[in-house]
């Protein structure tokens, strides 16, 4: 009997996954947040018409896997608008969408759930008007709407750049770009430049839209603080020492009603957490990652993991781990069928590889040097969700709470409706956990990863 694979998550990972699972036989059930396929990098409008924000050879690798999954949207079970929020050795994975849920238990269940961002907490980045720049792109793909009058785009990595380009090709005024580290911080490994060169031909075309729009991209620089009544009205920056901290007498302020930020990701592994997979800490792949073998196999049999949401890599890796982790979803890790899927998809790990040597010097382009954590002030609000500052973070360590976990129970830091995921590495820096080691363990799983409605519950099914 051919197997059940179900798919969290329609970025370019659960695309191709699903495409490949579906190839080969598999019955497919594709679970995904969105209206519509896509994920982040290939996030489409909502309002009818195609609105082409990016970069012309970007837009046509969107429109070729969109077309490659269009073609087998209809002979799969793909549903929109349903969450994940559960998930169980068995497998097991529960779902909900509205006021309705249901219990699946396939024989495969494959998490390509992605990232989400990741900010530093400054004086004032709390201000309306201090959005994620991630959050500012998808408004502009989504809907077509430019974020703000005046515009600053402050972060580390490639995003930034990407998204201040964006926004300025799309008519919003941006000011000023101000990174971290700069821009050459990845011109030291020619291998990685090579291997990732069409990428990197992309970075520069976004560059030099900046310079001609006049956009000023400012290297080395942090935000001190965003200041504003009730609304961001400007941003003071500062260059820093090469560790993160500003350096006085260097301050600057501009004038901005919007500032956008981004410094790094933080991988959506809640519901491996769950399952109870094997986790490791990697801070330059985006935290607490489910540990997966050469096939995308987490330790727990039945439960994959692949793409971003088993650690930062890009949509180039993604596309190539999707295919992969479809076909050895297909073959219901039978050991015997690997070596032919590692025959016929040569092409695919192949193309993981390279573009994994290339990602791996990127991320030098994300290290948040240890200064970063001296931004905020001891008001500074490092949990937004329970408001939890800086202050009362030192104060649960000092009174003996060491663990992240009881840091949690002691602060409520991390309870709150995003489970964690926007805060908790941030916790840990600035409760002075800051160098975990790999096998260091993420605070207990909660039995909810997502927000769920009482009624869904209620009426829950197994299907
Ligand atoms: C905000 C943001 C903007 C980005 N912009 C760019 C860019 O401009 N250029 C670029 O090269 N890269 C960008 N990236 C990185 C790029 O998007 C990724 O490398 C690539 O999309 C990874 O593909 P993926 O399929 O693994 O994950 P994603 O594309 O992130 O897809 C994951 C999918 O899983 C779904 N999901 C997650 N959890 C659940 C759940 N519990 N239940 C149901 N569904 C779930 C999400 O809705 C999403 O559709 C961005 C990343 C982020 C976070």
Not at 372 to 393: L, M, N, Q, Y
Request: hydrophobic letters at 40%.
């Amino acid at each position: 009997m051919s197997p059940h694979v179900v798919i969290v998550g329609c970025g370019p990972t659960g695309m191709n996954a699903a495409v490949e699972a579906e190839r080969r036989g598999c019955k497919v059930t594709l679970i995904d947040e969105g209206s519509r396929p896509g994920g982040q990098i290939f996030r489409q409008s909502s309002i009818g018409s195609e609105l082409r924000i990016g970069l012309p050879a970007e837009l046509k690798r969107k429109a070729e896997l969109l077309h490659r999954f269009d073609a087998v949207a209809e002979r799969i079970d793909y549903r929109v608008n349903h969450t994940a929020y559960a998930a169980f050795a068995g497998p097991e994975l529960h779902i909900s969408s509205g006021q309705s849920s249901a219990i699946l238990k396939p024989d495969v269940v494959l998490l390509a759930t992605g990232v989400c961002e990741r900010a530093i907490p400054f004086p004032g980045w709390t201000l309306p008007g201090v959005v994620y720049a991630g959050g500012a792109q998808a408004l502009l793909k989504t809907q077509g709407i430019r974020i703000g009058e005046r515009v600053v785009v402050a972060g580390a990595g490639p995003l930034p750049l990407a998204v201040a380009a964006q926004l300025s090709m799309a008519g919003a005024r941006v000011v000023s770009v101000a990174l971290l580290h700069p821009l050459r911080s990845i011109l030291s490994h020619p291998y990685a430049l090579w291997a990732g060169r069409k990428v990197v031909q992309e970075g520069w075309q976004y560059v030099n839209i900046l310079r001609r729009n006049g956009v000023k991209i400012l290297s080395r620089y942090v935000p001190l603080r965003a200041d504003g009544e009730d609304h961001i009205d400007s941003i003071q920056l500062s260059q820093h020492d090469g560790t993160g901290r500003a350096v006085a007498g260097t301050e600057i302020r501009i004038g901005c009603d919007v500032l956008a930020i981004n410094y790094g990701f933080t991988v959506h592994s809640e519901l491996a957490a769950m399952a109870g997979t094997d986790l490791q800490y990697r801070a330059e792949r985006g935290g607490w990652l489910p540990v997966v073998d050469r096939y995308c196999r987490t330790s727990v049999p039945g439960i994959l993991a692949a793409g971003d949401g088993a650690g930062l890599r890009g949509a180039w890796v993604a596309q190539a781990e999707g295919r992969i982790a479809g076909a050895v979803a297909a073959g219901c890790y039978d050991q015997s069928k690997l070596s032919r899927i590692e025959l016929e998809l040569a092409d695919s790990f192949r193309q993981r590889k390279i573009h994994e040597s290339f990602q791996n010097a990127v991320q030098e382009s994300l290290h948040l040097p240890a200064g970063v954590w001296s931004w905020a002030d001891e008001g500074t609000i490092v949990c937004r969700c329970e408001c939890v500052s800086k202050k009362r973070i030192e104060m649960a360590v000092e009174d003996g709470h060491t663990s992240l976990n009881g840091i949690k129970r002691n602060t409520r830091a991390g309870m709150g409706w995003c489970g964690g995921r926007m805060c908790l590495q941030n916790v840990a820096a600035c409760a002075g956990l800051r160098s975990l080691p790999l096998d260091y363990q993420p605070v207990t799983p909660r039995p909810l990863a997502r927000p769920v409605a009482l009624a869904a519950l209620r009426e829950q099914q197994p299907l």
